[in-house]
């Protein structure tokens, strides 16, 4: 079964740091493009962060507000996706989700929630 399970989301004081973890099963994510999205309430999915596949020239994507602050990573051992958030803000409260596509396929987590406050 082809899944993506997102992790690693929480409470956290501004400032702070955050690790978020997608791991994929059913299929690798080697081949695919994959990125981190997130939606905050009442506003549009946006793009964080995505980087190319392995098989492509390395190619990395961070959103201007994001830039400086967060990572983001594979961990091919253990076919997993990651993002490093440091410097945490309130307007980065959302649910994050990882995706994953190539040509024909396009997968996505469920999402975990992140929620930055003091």
């Known amino acids: 079964q082809v899944q993506l399970v997102e992790s690693g989301g929480g409470l956290v004081q501004p400032g702070g740091s955050l690790r978020l973890s997608c791991a994929a099963s059913?299929?690798?994510?080697?081949?695919?493009?994959l990125g981190w999205f997130r939606q905050a309430p009442g506003k549009e999915r946006e793009g964080v962060v995505c980087i190319s596949s392995r098989d492509k020239s390395t190619y990395t994507y961070y959103a201007d507000s994001v830039k400086g602050r967060f990572t983001i990573s594979r961990d091919n051992a253990k076919n997993t996706l990651l993002l490093q958030m440091n410097g945490l803000k309130p307007e980065d409260t959302a649910v994050y989700f990882c995706?994953?596509?190539?040509?024909?396929?396009?997968?996505w987590g469920q999402g975990t929630q992140v929620t930055v406050s003091s």
């Open positions: 995706n994953a596509e190539t040509v024909g396929n396009d997968y």
């Open positions: 059913g299929f690798t994510l080697d081949y695919y493009a």
